[in-house]
């Protein structure tokens, strides 16, 4: 039964830019962000009539009501990242969010930002890969005004002199070819003989006086 038409309202706290959403009772619907400086943004969702196919040609209207679709959306946009996933859509009971469902919105939307911090966190003191954190991450550290070593994009790599291999800048030794880029480095991690003591030693190969040369280690090469 067509009653008077009932309107929810679907708040979002987030300026994020949803996708809009489709569903085949009502097609396509962008779920508004709010504007610079405003504290939330109100998409009005109003009522569906579906229909149900019941078979041999027989279908059956179903109403969905406002409030139905409106939570479906939420629930849509808000879960799909992990545990607590929550990405400030929500129902309000009334016309207008009140205080008190607006601070219960941002304590869960911060409470899931710090969330995927500490995960990016324990994933950057695992790997130190910024490859590793993903952009849910660093967006919910910039909306908490975090200043983290893995927010950047990670340094442009550098072609190994000797393998052409791409390595990090400032490594002393080639990861891929053994070849070593930085003497004095590489000797402070005991990875080569300090210069001075080389002279004694003349069963190691880095003997060659080349100072500031790079040297090759040809074994490793080989496959
Ligand atoms: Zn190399």
């Not at 490859?131 to 990670?154: C, H, N, S, V």
């Not at 340094?155 to 393998?163: G, M, R, W």
């Not at 400032?170 to 004095?184: H, K, M, P, T």
């Amino acid at each position: 039964m067509e009653t008077k038409s009932e309107v929810v309202s679907l708040v979002n706290i987030s300026t994020e830019k949803w996708p809009p959403r489709h569903r085949t009772y009502f097609g396509s619907l962008e779920v508004r962000s709010p504007a610079p400086g405003e504290p939330f943004a109100i998409t009005p969702i109003r009522g569906c009539t579906g229909v149900m196919d019941l078979g041999d040609k027989r279908t059956t209207d179903i109403r969905i009501t406002a409030r139905e679709i409106a939570e479906d959306i939420a629930r849509e946009i808000n879960g799909d990242s992990g545990e607590g996933s929550f990405h400030g859509v929500f129902v309000a009971a009334g016309e207008l969010p009140t205080a008190a469902e607006l601070s219960d919105a941002c304590r869960r939307l911060e409470e899931f930002q710090r969330k995927l911090v500490a995960a990016a966190d324990l994933e950057w003191e695992r790997t130190k890969n910024p490859m590793f954190i993903t952009d849910l991450e660093r967006r919910a550290a910039r909306q908490l005004g975090l200043e983290k070593p893995w927010l950047y994009d990670p340094k442009p790599l550098v072609e190994c002199p000797v393998c052409a291999e791409k390595i990090k800048p400032g490594v002393a030794v080639c990861r891929s070819c053994g070849a070593i880029l930085d003497r004095e480095k590489a000797a402070q991690y005991g990875l080569v003989p300090p210069r001075r003591a080389r002279r004694d030693r003349s069963d190691t190969r880095a003997e060659a006086d080349g100072a500031g040369k790079q040297e090759h280690e040809p074994d490793k090469t080989s496959q």
